[in-house]
């Protein structure tokens, strides 16, 4: 199946060459703030990467130099009621839902801040780098709001719920080298070389086996929200339904005639 992308996009770049999508949010004068606009256009855009199959690996990054995503819109979070606060968050964890469960890896390239609704997002996606110049967080607390697009509950998953709470009631930015340290980033990589070191990682994803790929992707993040077991039984469904394709077969075959894989995504 495929799906159409968006006609035109305001707010994001989106570039497609050798398997690899880069997502571009593109508001750099007010530091890429995820307006309710930009939201939509990212649940368009993720839906139609989700069905390409030409694309196995996508970037998620923010224009300019200093901001992935400074957070959601603070001028429409001003002016919201309590229902119209709900729908809001709604809203914005099923855009962050699309991009956790979209099957392919997608690779946060943090290119500068990343707060709240930013680094909510950012931790939606699969893997996280930081250039050494990002700074992380959630400061909702300072606006005297808490956060809504589940940075409460991924937060807590990611770096456990002591280091989780200290990040959320302090709201104080930290820097990339300090998220790398609590497990928040991946990797953090000289911000002249994000850019590059995201697209040889992508480029390394995209390689692999596209179903083993979703599999492990879905196995890790479905699997955390079940009881232990079941998640075991979970796993063993997909070990043996990965033995129906045939990049199953080429891979351990290209093992045993000692040459490389050429996966096919079937
Ligand atoms: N929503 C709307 N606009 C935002 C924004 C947001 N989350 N974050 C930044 N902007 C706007 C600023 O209002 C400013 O607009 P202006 O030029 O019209 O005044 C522009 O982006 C540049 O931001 P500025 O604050 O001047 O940059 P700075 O380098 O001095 O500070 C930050 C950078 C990230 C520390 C600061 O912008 C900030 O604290 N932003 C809000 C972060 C936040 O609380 N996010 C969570 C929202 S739930």
Do not use: W
Not at 82 to 105: F, T, W, Y
């Amino acid at each position: 199946m495929t799906l159409a992308y968006p006609e035109h996009l305001n707010n994001l770049l989106l570039e497609r060459a050798d398997a690899i999508a880069v997502l571009t949010l593109n508001r750099p004068k007010v530091l890429n703030a995820l307006n309710t606009e930009t939201l939509d256009e990212l649940r368009r855009t993720i839906l139609a990467l989700k069905h390409d199959e030409t694309v196995r690996a996508v970037i998620l990054t923010g224009a300019g130099e200093k901001a992935f995503a400074a957070g959601a819109d603070i001028n429409e979070l001003a002016v919201q009621s309590p229902s119209g606060g709900r729908d809001h968050a709604i809203r914005g964890q099923h855009v962050l839902d699309l991009i956790e469960q979209m099957g392919k890896p997608v690779i946060a390239a943090i290119n500068g801040y990343a707060l709240g609704g930013g680094c909510e997002l950012a931790m939606a996606c699969t893997l996280r780098l930081a250039a050494d110049t990002a700074k992380l967080g959630q400061p909702e607390i300072n606006l005297g709001i808490v956060p809504g697009y589940a940075g409460t509950q991924r937060l807590a998953r990611l770096v456990g719920r002591g280091r989780a709470l200290e990040v959320l009631l302090t709201g104080e930015a930290i820097d990339a080298q300090e998220a790398y340290r609590l497990g928040l980033v991946n990797r953090v990589v000289p911000a002249a070389e994000l850019m590059a070191e995201a697209r040889t990682l992508a480029a390394t994803l995209a390689a692999k086996a596209p179903i083993a790929v979703r599999y492990i992707i879905d196995a890790v993040n479905k699997g955390l929200q079940m009881p232990f077991a079941e998640a075991q039984v979970y796993e063993a469904t997909l070990f043996g339904l990965i033995a129906s394709t045939e990049d199953m077969r080429e891979g351990t075959r290209a093992f045993l005639e000692k040459r490389k894989a050429a996966f096919k995504g079937k």
